[in-house]
Nanobody, 117 residues
Framework: QVQLVESGGGLVQPGGSLRLSCSAS????????MGWYRQAPGKQRELVGT???????NYADSLKGRFTISRDYAQKEVYLQMNSLKPEDTAVYYC???????????WGQGTQVTVSS
């Protein structure tokens, strides 16, 4: 059974930082591209960034410089370090695991991030 479990969300003041974690099980982690997406109220889910199975990283243009994605193959975890947070970063953040060649596309349940004073 595939599970992606996000953690680390919460309430933070503008300018603050948070680090999200996503723990993966039930997949061959080293073969999957991992990603973070977010969905704000009333908006469509959007890409935050991805890190491929071999560590190649891609970010949404608007988030470059503030957000950093990394992964730990031994722990089977992917991380999202978010700095200089803004109220517009408020959203539910979702972890994604994808292996296109196998047609596999999995999602976590999401973790809420609220940026507010």
């Amino acid at each position: 059974q595939v599970q992606l479990v996000e953690s680390g969300g919460g309430l933070v003041q503008p300018g603050g930082s948070l680090r999200l974690s996503c723990s993966a099980s039930g997949i061959i982690f080293s073969l999957f591209d991992m990603g973070w997406y977010r969905q704000a109220p009333g908006k469509q889910r959007e890409l935050v960034g991805t890190i491929s199975s071999i560590g190649r990283i891609n970010y949404a243009d608007s988030l470059k410089g503030r957000f950093t994605i990394s992964r730990d193959y031994a722990q089977k975890e992917v991380y999202l370090q978010m700095n200089s947070l803004k109220p517009e970063d408020t959203a539910v953040y979702y972890c994604n695991a994808k292996r296109t060649t196998w047609g596999n596309d999995y999602w976590g349940q999401g973790t809420q991030v609220t940026v507010s004073s």
